[in-house]
């Protein structure tokens, strides 16, 4: 199993600025996961960010709307960036274990 | 396309009945499937893997079938309780990958369950 700490649990910002999510994860992992899910809606892959490597983006999401970090194998971040109210969104960060995926609590945006 | 399917109405069952949930796909030939669970504020929590040569997969109160031919899983919640309530989400791996290594999934919009008293 693994746990998964995310932060900001929930923050409101302004059109244009950019939010930086946190994940941390207590144990290595080769493998990290960002989600994104909108209202109402189910979760949409955004990226896989491998540690010492670029991460690999999913169709429909680039690298500088959303730059990922992975410095290490117990951490990640996600950044949003140039905020639109289209943004507004929870994001989940996950990681695979043994066949499962384990998730976060996710990261509330609302974008004004 | 890749299209999986999920009821999108709620499912209302009283306690104790059993709650049948369909997850249907196309263009996907997936090694395995996933059941979570969601509740509201929270990321999802694993349930059950079941995998393409299985025909079925017990845990608890909880049943999913997993029929490659119709292209469906069927996932049962049985003797429903109000904690049961929260919506449940299907998952495929998209790359076929059976080996369990690669760990991209892709989930359906989910079927919100809501179980009275």
């Known amino acids: 199993s693994a746990v998964i700490s995310q932060k900001p649990s929930r923050d409101i910002c302004q059109r244009g600025t950019s939010l930086t999510i946190q994940c941390q994860v207590d144990?290595?992992?080769?493998?990290m996961f960002w989600y994104r899910q909108q209202p109402g809606q189910s979760l949409t892959l955004i990226a896989t960010?491998?540690?010492?490597?670029?991460?690999?983006?999913e169709s429909g999401f680039v690298i500088d709307k959303f730059p990922i970090s992975r410095p290490n194998l117990t951490f990640s971040t996600l950044t949003v960036s140039n905020l639109s109210p289209e943004d507004s969104s929870i994001y989940l960060c996950?990681?695979?274990?043994?066949?499962?995926?384990?998730f976060g609590e996710g990261s509330r945006l609302t974008v004004l | 396309s890749q299209k999986i399917e999920q009821n999108s109405e709620a499912l209302n069952i009283q306690e104790g009945k059993t709650a049948t949930l369909t997850c249907n796909y196309t263009n996907y030939s997936p090694a395995y499937l996933q059941w979570y669970r969601q509740d509201p504020g929270r990321g999802p929590v694993f349930l059950l893997l079941i995998r393409e040569n299985e025909k079925e997969k017990r845990k608890e109160r909880l049943k999913v079938t997993f029929d490659t031919t119709l292209k469906q899983s069927l996932f049962h919640i049985t003797a429903s309780q109000p904690a049961d309530s929260a919506t449940y989400l299907c998952a495929l791996d998209p790359t076929q990958d059976a080996t369990d290594s690669w760990g991209k999934l892709q989930f359906g919009a989910g079927t919100q369950v809501v179980v009275t008293p």
């Open positions: 144990s290595q992992v080769t493998m």
């Open positions: 996950s990681v695979r274990t043994t066949g499962e995926l384990f």
């Open positions: 960010a491998n540690q010492g490597s670029e991460a690999t983006y």
